[in-house]
């Protein structure tokens, strides 16, 4: 079965530019994370969706930041316009929640984004 | 700041040698994770412990769970150089925050062949 799929897996832009990363979650999975992980900040979590809604959205850093789950097999997170601090790796997980399930995350391999 | 806290931050030992990590978090949890990732690469899921939980095996790997001091421990027995790799706890709140997973900021584990 194929897992979370991420793309692109390396995007490099220059700042000022719109970035957009997209995400496919396991099929049968009804929530989907994205996280951003950097070197000084660890992994943060950016916002999560659970049967496609925004469930919370706090950690999202500003406006220039926004992601849509238009359908349960696609998602996009979206900045506009980038900054360089916006450089990171962007992370896309999904998993099975029920109230017996308790939720263990699937990863994507990753989109690591460079901003100039 | 980040729920869980790892500790130590880096750790290098010999192949055949244990590597123990611990983890520390701050509010009530639902369950405690911990999980592998390997350079460059997603995270993997190892383990998850419930809040009812005390200890669990799985393999080489040994969880232990202590709520009244919140704390974690991940125990690998028999290091392999393949287990090279940073190790993360994650932690699942109870109630309204049941659907956030909190990371730590991880251990790196460096395993000598």
């Known amino acids: 079965d194929a897992g979370v799929i991420q793309s692109p897996r390396h995007e490099v832009t220059e700042m000022g530019q719109e970035v957009t990363l997209r995400c496919k979650p396991i099929s049968g999975h009804n929530s989907l994370f994205w996280y951003r992980q950097t070197m000084m900040r660890g992994l943060e979590l950016l916002i999560y969706f659970n049967n496609n809604v925004p469930i919370d959205d706090s950690g999202m850093p500003e406006d220039r930041f926004s992601a849509k789950m238009p359908n349960a097999s696609f998602s996009t997170l979206k900045i506009q316009p980038s900054e360089p601090r916006d450089s990171a790796v962007y992370f896309c997980?999904?998993?099975?929640?029920?109230?017996?399930?308790?939720?263990?995350?699937?990863f994507g391999e990753g989109s690591r984004l460079t901003v100039l | 700041s980040q729920q869980g806290e790892e500790d130590p931050q880096a750790l290098s030992i010999q192949e055949g040698e244990n590597a123990t990590m611990n983890c520390s978090y701050k509010t009530s949890i639902n369950n405690l994770q911990w999980y592998r990732q390997n350079s460059g690469r997603g995270l993997v899921h190892l383990i998850l412990?419930?809040?009812?939980?005390r200890e669990k095996h799985s393999g080489r790997l040994r969880v232990t769970l202590d709520t009244s001091k919140k704390s974690s421990s991940l125990l690998i027995t028999a290091s392999r150089a393949a287990d090279t790799a940073s190790y993360f706890c994650?932690?699942?709140?109870?109630?309204?925050?049941?659907?956030?997973?909190?990371f730590g900021q991880g251990t790196i584990l460096t395993v000598h062949p």
């Open positions: 994650a932690t699942r709140g109870g109630g309204t925050s049941y659907g956030k997973l909190t």
């Open positions: 412990i419930r809040s009812n939980e």
């Open positions: 997980a999904s998993s099975w929640r029920n109230r017996v399930n308790t939720g263990e995350l699937f």
